[in-house]
């Protein structure tokens, strides 16, 4: 699992007598073969997955894709949700230079493979917390195996990942930066550091405490950190004032929503964060924290005070007004998630002093703890089985969207007859497959048509669309009122998809 060599493995092979200047030794040469070859695994399962479950991205990510799209027609502004982030802009907008679908799948790949990969790391890391487990080398990798199908397992994680949502994304570099700060990569860290700072707003003091650290201990990344702080106010914000009313226009967005803390808030956030976990995990984790303040080990404490810094922070957003919503919390479920399968990984490595046969006493609590999880599994299948039947019911809503757009003479003849409408959950998705910025497609059809304005309405229904157009323009009436058609409806899973269709911040 690991690939942590010793000091003198660290060292640029230009310094030894056996190795020329500019080859890698043999140990860097496997290291980097490893990694390449787990890369290609991962982005092979995740397509595999995207094929077999029809994954299409909900609320948010369509959004992001537009935006792509609408900077290559020089239309971009980030008026409506989603709120404005950095992060998945550096990926739809590139990709949006190969057409419409191939960024759809583009992103979508990209999304899965790193939510992917962010179990690869959290069992590496876990595998490297355990420590040397003499005569017992399964016990690390016991520890790898439970953090990394923790991972999977929190409350609402497969879901983020069914919608191609960033938050995933995010984990894996967090989780990138606590690797890599574990095994002397302090560059590498701090870049995963500073892409995850450019999905949410948790991350920006951690970029600033790293930062100096960084400073103070490696004078060769100063450069690095001093981008790095620099950026981070750049992207977030000079960009939203550009494209929007106000500089300040993604926490205005956040502001107000209805899935705020009631209550303390405090306790609010403690709530939400234990709610990511089965009972059982939960007892393991209060183990692990146990464990990490009786031992005082600095990798552990380093880990458990990341987790504890991201909840003050999100407690004081919370108290500031915003959200706290549960996927908020990931980023910390997941360092606790590692903190508990090193910990499971150090109690199955321990020799109790006892008579030959009660040595795998420990094993017993890991099997409780196993059974434990068993109903909640369950329930987790469960509930990806159900997601998979919502995405493939997403997939045939899109395709007969696209459709019966190319069927009605394409997006410049609906824009022609009147402002595209729709329900809110669906806003995204419809100025996608148009090409208008999100803010400028009404979420609201009735109001808009009340209002005495051309519209044309997309009515989803049973996975299907209805089209009508109200008070079409003057001189365009006959065509215009030509756009009047249901598409084919049904599809193989009955049912509604709309609870996948969120706003997110």
Not at 315 to 331: C, D, K, N, P, Q
Not at 410 to 423: E, R, V
Not at 436 to 455: E, L, Q, W, Y
Request: proline share 6%.
């Amino acid at each position: 699992m690991t690939t942590a060599t010793t000091p003198a493995d660290r060292a640029s092979p230009r310094r030894g007598k056996h190795w020329p200047s500019g080859r890698r030794s043999p140990t860097r040469r496997r290291s980097w073969a490893i990694w390449a070859s787990v890369g290609v695994l991962v982005v092979a399962i995740s397509v595999v997955w995207i094929l077999a479950t029809q994954l299409r991205p909900s609320y948010d990510p369509f959004g992001w894709l537009d935006w792509g799209q609408q900077v290559l027609v020089g239309n971009f502004n980030t008026v409506g949700a989603p709120s404005w982030k950095p992060l998945t802009f550096l990926f739809t907008m590139p990709y949006a230079l190969a057409g419409r679908n191939a960024q759809l799948w583009l992103w979508i790949i990209t999304a899965t493979a790193a939510a992917l990969a962010g179990c690869v790391f959290a069992g590496r890391i876990a595998y490297h917390l355990t420590g040397p487990t003499p005569g017992r080398p399964w016990a690390r990798w016991a520890a790898a195996i439970f953090a990394a199908a923790g991972l999977l397992g929190m409350t609402g994680y497969s879901q983020l990942i069914m919608v191609a949502n960033s938050d995933p994304m995010i984990v894996t570099l967090c989780l990138v930066a606590v690797d890599g700060t574990i095994h002397g990569r302090r560059r590498l860290a701090f870049v995963a550091l500073f892409l995850a700072g450019l999905g949410r707003p948790e991350l920006w003091p951690f970029i600033l405490l790293y930062a100096i650290w960084g400073w103070i201990k490696d004078p060769r990344m100063r450069w690095l950190a001093v981008l790095g702080v620099i950026a981070i106010p750049a992207t977030w914000f000079i960009v939203s004032g550009l494209t929007s009313q106000s500089w300040l226009h993604a926490g205005d967005l956040a502001l107000g929503s209805q899935r705020v803390i009631h209550g303390s808030k405090i306790l609010g956030v403690f709530d939400r964060l234990r709610r990511l976990f089965a009972v059982p995990v939960q007892l393991t984790i209060l183990f692990a924290l146990g464990l990490t303040i009786v031992r005082r080990e600095r990798e552990w404490l380093w880990v458990a005070g990341a987790a504890l810094l991201w909840l003050i922070i999100e407690t004081a957003f919370a108290l500031h007004g915003w959200s706290a919503v549960i996927r908020y919390l990931v980023e910390p479920g997941a360092l606790l998630l590692v903190l508990a399968g090193a910990a499971i990984g150090r109690v199955l490595a321990w020799v109790p002093p006892v008579p030959r046969f009660l040595r795998l006493a420990p094993v017993i609590p890991i099997i409780a703890l196993l059974v434990g999880l068993l109903p909640g599994a369950k329930f987790r299948l469960v509930t990806i089985r159900y997601e998979i039947r919502v995405d493939k019911k997403a997939a045939v809503e899109l395709n007969r969207l696209e459709k019966v757009i190319k069927a009605e003479g394409g997006a410049a003849k609906i824009k022609s007859c009147g402002q595209p409408a729709t329900l809110l959950g669906y806003q995204s998705e419809l100025a996608w497959a148009i090409g208008m910025n999100v803010g400028s497609v009404s979420f609201r059809p009735g109001k808009s048509i009340a209002s005495g304005g051309s519209v044309v309405e997309f009515k989803p229904h049973n996975d299907g669309w209805e089209i009508r157009v109200f008070h079409p323009p003057r001189g365009a009436v006959a065509s215009c009122m030509a756009l009047r058609r249901d598409t084919a409806f049904g599809g193989p899973n009955p049912g509604t998809a709309g609870n996948r269709r969120v706003s997110g911040g």
